[in-house]
């Protein structure tokens, strides 16, 4: 089967192998059976194993996009707790509003979108709450900005307070390392369809089993979403409470072999090779990124548009996606930038392409 290959610049779904594409192509299977319990099982303990000892650590599936993990996280954990939410983009402010849906005691810690954490303000603003934080929750990289903050750093402030730390590791997640005991991070949400390289529909929340097993006496404010219940269910029967996307699974098992096979430090050399290519070329254009390079991922860039009265970021989306390749307007307040991700099964090759039909939009319409 010959499938056109288009390259995702977008921030995920990312671009995906023809293997990942054709393993959904599978028999039917009543998602009840043995044999796709076993399936699941083994999607759960290799998605744990890139970030902990499967002893100690454990994934809980669900269908959904990544928010429905981050959700399930959220809403599953704090309690009758308290629980400082890390606000620095659009991400951030997505947990404030799940906090604020679910009635949780939270409280939201501004920092700039734009420049890393201040870990000292931070560690004050803990020091001086009335009430004991109990929680922490942060977007590991914040994927409307490129922003990376430091997650061993934070999880030491976590660590020294006693405080359970939550991340959003969606786009960080199997490619910049992540070892969730080192950095004192005891629950971890990320999806199928970014650095994985799999297909959209599995959403995953990675858990210390000891703070899991702690969580069956929290009073639930859920119910599709409870971690407690779908962790409870999966050791039991090996199943998700409900019906699981099956298709997307099997290309789930497709993209963690292929990712065992390649190697999260290749792909991750893989992803900042890319990276460099597409700064060195952007700088050549003239455009400016919105983060500095010591706070910057190696994997989403914001880019500010050039001030031009013939640029559209429509125009330019729409010759880049007429010819197999996709980019995404930027998603963070008042700053006006678009986003070029260079994750998924693409290299340096594809991004050089890329910055080159830009150069030709640019020229065509007389910006450069
Ligand atoms: C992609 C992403 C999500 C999830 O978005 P969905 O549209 O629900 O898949 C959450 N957080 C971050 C940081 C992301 O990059």
């Not at 594409?21 to 076993?38: M, N, S």
């Not at 409470?241 to 893989?270: C, H, M, S, W």
Request: hydrophobic residues 40%.
């Amino acid at each position: 089967m010959n499938i056109k290959r288009n390259v995702l610049l977008n921030p995920g779904p990312a671009t995906t192998t023809d293997t990942v594409k054709l393993a959904q192509v599978v028999p039917d299977i009543c998602p009840r059976e043995c044999d796709f319990g076993q399936i699941m099982l083994y999607i759960s303990n290799k998605l744990a194993s890139f970030v902990g000892d499967c002893d100690k650590y454990t994934t809980v599936l669900f269908g959904g996009s990544g928010t429905a993990a981050v959700e399930a996280m959220l809403s599953s954990v704090v309690g009758d707790g308290r629980i400082l939410i890390i606000n620095n983009g659009s991400y951030g402010l997505r947990m404030c509003q799940i906090a604020k849906s679910y009635s949780l005691d939270y409280y939201e810690y501004a920092s700039s979108p734009v420049e890393g954490l201040d870990l000292n303000s931070l560690e004050q603003t803990i020091k001086a709450a009335g009430k004991k934080f109990t929680h922490m929750a942060v977007v590991h990289h914040e994927t409307s900005t490129g922003l990376l903050v430091d997650i061993g750093k934070i999880g030491a402030l976590a660590k020294k307070y006693s405080i359970v730390l939550l991340t959003d590791a969606m786009s960080s997640y199997a490619a910049v390392p992540i070892d969730m005991e080192k950095d004192n991070i005891s629950y971890l949400a990320s999806s199928s369809n970014k650095n994985i390289q799999g297909m959209a529909g599995v959403s995953f929340v990675i858990a210390k089993k000891s703070d899991l097993e702690g969580l069956e006496n929290i009073k639930a404010s859920n119910f599709y979403l409870n971690l407690y219940a779908q962790y409870a269910f999966f050791k039991k029967e090996n199943q998700t409470r409900f019906t699981p996307p099956v298709q997307t699974l099997y290309a789930l098992k497709q993209a963690i072999d292929e990712t065992i096979a390649e190697g999260i430090k290749n792909r991750y050399a893989r992803y900042c090779r890319s990276w460099e290519t597409l700064t060195a070329e952007l700088d050549k254009l003239g455009l400016s990124r919105l983060v500095a390079d010591k706070d910057h991922g190696r994997l989403i860039t914001a880019v500010l548009e050039p001030d031009h009265p013939n640029y559209s970021l429509d125009g330019m989306h729409d010759y880049l996606y007429e010819r197999g390749y996709t980019i995404y307007p930027g998603k963070i307040g008042s700053y006006k930038t678009f986003r070029i991700a260079n994750i998924g099964a693409i290299d340096y090759k594809d991004i050089l392409n890329a910055v080159a039909l830009i150069k030709e939009y640019f020229i065509n319409e007389g910006i450069l």
